[in-house]
């Protein structure tokens, strides 16, 4: 706990947003402290579980498949193609929900996007949240470059295809269950006059992602399409 009040208390300190006024920095400061560092975090976190447990299952098998010269291993495409499916589904989240129909930003349940603090400080909390998505994306782009030297995978398009959809679900699914249901950071529509329908809704259809992934992947797993260099 001590550690997380030090690490609070270091980034409040921080030349946030040098350009704002100094009311607007101490918005975006507070918003540190309250909902608090921990509870925003922890979405990054849990997602930063799933992409390094991923990334680690791709180089494994990738090694395999190496050492065997196999061209049916098809876990390290579909492994790498649902980092880029996470990365890519946040992105798709910030600039459809967040920018172009702004139904709702990182904290907007916490912190309400009705006056211009409220929705700078909301603003502030949606760049971390890209910054974080395009991490992700470049990890998925350096590690789909190393498999694309490797003779031996298969390289079905249906393998790409199905992991992207995959992680994008997965996406959905931590954002739902996290952000929605348990953090409460916000909602997927602020302004319905149902909460409950519109975020079960996106964990539904986060489902039906994951499903069509899973079907893509093993249509995937059933052609041989091994990469042939030139």
């Not at 603003?123 to 498999?147: A, E, K, P, S, Y």
């Amino acid at each position: 706990m001590k550690t997380i009040i030090s690490i609070s208390a270091l980034i409040s300190s921080l030349p946030i947003c040098i350009s704002c006024n100094n009311h607007l920095r101490q918005a975006i400061n507070h918003s540190v402290s309250d909902p608090g560092l921990l509870v925003i975090a922890t979405p990054f976190l849990i997602l930063g579980l799933i992409v390094g447990y991923l990334w680690w299952i791709s180089n494994k098998h990738l090694q395999r498949s190496i050492n065997l010269e196999s061209p049916q291993l098809s876990l390290p495409l579909t492994a790498t193609s649902r980092i880029l499916g996470i990365g890519l589904g946040g992105f798709i989240d910030g600039i459809v929900f967040h920018q172009i129909l702004q139904w709702h930003e990182m904290l907007s349940n916490k912190i309400p996007t009705t006056d211009f603090v409220g929705k700078s400080v909301n603003m502030f909390w949606d760049g971390i949240f890209h910054g974080v998505c395009l991490i992700v994306v470049l990890i998925g782009i350096v590690q789909l470059w190393r498999l694309l030297k490797t003779p031996s995978l298969n390289t079905s398009g249906y393998l790409l295809l199905g992991g992207m959809l995959g992680g994008w679900g997965i996406f959905n699914i931590v954002e739902g269950v996290l952000n929605h249901q348990i953090l409460k950071l916000h909602n997927v529509h602020e302004q319905a006059l149902d909460h409950n329908i519109t975020n079960l809704t996106f964990l539904g259809l986060s489902v039906v992602l994951i499903v069509v992934g899973y079907f893509a992947v093993v249509r995937g797993r059933r052609q041989i399409h091994p990469y042939q260099s030139a």
